[in-house]
């Protein structure tokens, strides 16, 4: 199976930086896009930036400039840099990959999350 583990959430006070990693592990034979997206309280899910395998990003308008989406392919992991943290950047923030397995001698390509980490924004 492939799991996709965040880390790096926590409380920072507002102008603060904060740098999550994902580490997606398992029987993976290859990761195509990863992404960030979050979901604050009484909120829908949103996307935060998304990178392709060969690192071209995107981002939501609203957070251009500030966050900043990288990968390393190796370590299998996507990192999001966030400078300049606002209160409105309060939410937990999901890991999210598509991942081709190993299934017997053949490979399936699935979406997948990580549990989420709490990113809290506050004095």
């Known amino acids: 199976q492939v799991q996709l583990v965040e880390s790096g959430g926590g409380l920072v006070q507002p102008g603060g930086s904060l740098r999550l990693s994902c580490v997606a592990s398992?029987?993976?034979?290859?990761?195509?896009?990863m992404g960030w997206y979050r979901q604050a309280p009484g909120k829908e899910r949103e996307l935060v930036a998304t990178?392709?395998?060969?690192?071209?990003?995107n981002y939501a308008d609203s957070l251009k400039g500030r966050f900043t989406i990288s990968r390393d392919n190796a370590k299998n992991t996507v990192y999001l840099q966030m400078n300049s943290l606002k209160p409105e950047d309060t939410a937990v923030y999901y890991c999210?990959?598509?991942?081709?397995?190993?299934?017997?001698?053949?490979?399936?390509?699935?979406?997948?999350w990580g549990q989420g980490t709490q990113v809290t924004v506050s004095s």
């Open positions: 990178i392709t395998s060969g690192g071209i990003s």
């Open positions: 398992g029987s993976i034979f290859s990761i195509n896009d």
């Open positions: 999210n990959a598509d991942i081709r397995r190993w299934a017997g001698y053949t490979t399936v390509e699935n979406e997948y």
